[in-house]
């Protein structure tokens, strides 16, 4: 691709990785979540590959598969936490800890990163398994044309 | 105007089952596919809209506001959103896949597709 | 075991979602991952179905609430996700265990390594636990979720020979049939919450009054389960999909397909309580059902592919329900309808035991001899002796001879579709006799006749899995009555009976 492709990715690319770890990050309070923060980043790799072509990202498919894996494991398994009570049940909710700060009274209010129990943990599954499924399909669609793909 | 966007969404739906019916390119043919479903989530998510409402964020609220619309409407599209782009990437894998077993993309040349 | 009824759906998937994570450290440690994630769903699933027919209540599980039968809020309005197991539900729930434990075990040493068996097993895996959420699920959102995700499992199945040319054209051609009809339902759950503003099952079923909206919803909806299920006029996928999927898969695939049939009844008894249950969709059913079974029988006579011959059959067999419901619905306060319903849910296990077996069988088959062309087949029967006799089984009980199973079945939906129509019942048996003509030849031209080549016999996990299935034709052939009263009978009562038990297990009160 010609400079000027490979110049604007590169100023593009942190502001796109923050936006997309601040979508994600903030899914429990703002439009957004681990599907949309994980499509901005899965994004990124689609300019990569645009940018640098599929071969030379082929190394990358693994890492995505393991971390497909991870990120849907740990979505189950976080649900699986409040077992004790039911499933999906958000035990880390108004418990102090991390992620544990009471939700404020209903009506506008500046907003809490810290609340929300296990939710923004999952949005952080999700969003990993979207980053790593999208960027695969994105990357997998691309070599399918080569003869070693 | 109240219900231009019911309309629209069927719109979009007859749009995506007129490239099922007339095309026989198996791209255009997920194309089809995915208009259909844009016009579905168009469908849904003006389900949930209230005249006058805001965005369902308490976050975002301006102070002394009236309504908001549904939010269930809008999860449960962006439910759909997803599954519809696991669908479409499956079936692109599968277009792939096929062209390089036939060297062709049209329904019509494959003998599987037939009928 | 207040959990089970979310622990079958979450075991499953746990099991799919860490199974490549385990491949990549030890292949061993993964078999015996997936030997264990099937037992364990099998024991809750057994534990949902031992519950609800001891205690002849539904079992409401809530997820996400402070206990799990907390399934409404203080104003008596249920906003949670909620799992709702009836007597059908558990027993369709049975149906699916058996057929994803018989697939998973037979999968063993039926996928290569080299082919992508990690993948095919966590696939079945994540297809179990889409149809087990099918089956349980007590609202229509998530009814749509894990309808599609049991059809992009499916699909992805049905295409993993993708070094073969054709199932991935069948599974291209599976998957827009599947979209297609998981948007209708999509639709009519749109229409449904815009008129009712409700996504739970008993409680929407409640508030249904039978508008013109609702009668839309209701068509839409049956219009999209019934090419999910690949009844007669949306059935050009099914013979594909059965015949190119691997083995192991295909007899999901059946349990897939009923699990349509189940959904069918569900939204028609249950969540539209038979108010618009009219004659006329009944005799639309029964027709669409008849003709399916024409047709896909008259298609299996011409077959050279032996997979497709037997998907044929399956296509077939699913006509026989789909009469039976009708019928059903038709004379829906009679006995007869009762005696139909009775049918056909029996049929559904029958079914799956049957044409199961010969999928299982020619899959055997493709495995030792590496094709399945009628043609270039033949004296098999010298070598795969064990394979012969449960194609035989096989082929016996999907033709509905006596003393199998399916005989047992199909002679309840003759009987009662006889006093609805006679025309419909004369083309059901000899359909039937035309299936025992199929599926005779095809014994005939594969297994007698000299012997022409040396092949070796199936693993002995294969044969165990199809000796499973021969047991349940056997011995539900010749001890149909107990099954029927004990299992049966309770599913056909909650369908005709129990939605006011079912609206009272969810709402409360």
Known sequence: MSVVVRTVTRVILPVALAFGAYVIMHGHLTPGGGFQGGAVIASVVALLVVVYGGARLKGAKGWFAVLEDVGALAFVLLAFLGIGATFFRNVLAGSGGLFGNPVPQPGPNPGDLNTAGTLPLMNWAVGLKVIAGLGSVVLLLSLFGREDG | ?115 | MVHAPVLAIAVPLLGAFALPLLARLNRRARDLWAAGIAVATLVFGIAVAVQVFASGRPLVYTLGAPSPTASVTEGGFPIRIVLVVDALGAYMGIIALLAGAVGLFYSFQYLVEEEGKTLGTSLLLLLWAGILGLVYTGDLFNFFVFLEITSIAACALIGYRVWEPRPPEAAFKTMVMYTLGGLLVLVSVGILYGEYDALNIAYLSKLITGTLLDKLALGLLLGGLLMKAGAVPAHMWAPDAYGEAPAMAAIVLVANTQAAIYALLRVVFTLFGGALASPGIGWLIASLGTVTVLVAVLMAVVQRHLGRLVAYGAVSQLGYMLLAVGVGVVAAGKGFGEVALKGGIFHMINDLASVGLLFLVVGAIRRAVGSVDLLSLGGLGHTLRWESGFFLLGALALAGIPPLNGFASKFLIYESTFKASPILAAVAVLSSILLLGVGVRAFHGIFLGPKTRDVASSPRGMLVAMGVLAVIIVVFGLFPGFFIERMVSPAVQAILGGRASYLAAVLGG
């Open chain 2, 1 to 115: 105007m109240g219900n231009m966007p019911f309309v629209v969404s069927m719109i979009l739906v007859g749009l995506g089952f007129l490239a099922l019916i007339t095309r026989r390119n198996l791209i255009k043919l997920t194309i089809g596919i995915s208009v259909i479903e844009m016009g579905v989530n168009l469908f849904l998510v003006s389900l949930g809209y209230v005249k006058g409402g805001i965005a369902p964020i308490y976050t975002y609220a301006p102070p002394g506001f009236k309504e908001m619309v549904f939010p269930t409407p809008q999860a449960l599209t962006l439910t759909a959103i997803v599954i519809g782009l696991a669908t479409t990437a499956l079936m692109l894998a599968f277009a792939v896949v096929i062209y390089r077993h036939r060297g062709t993309l049209d329904a019509g040349k494959i003998r599987e597709l037939k009928g």
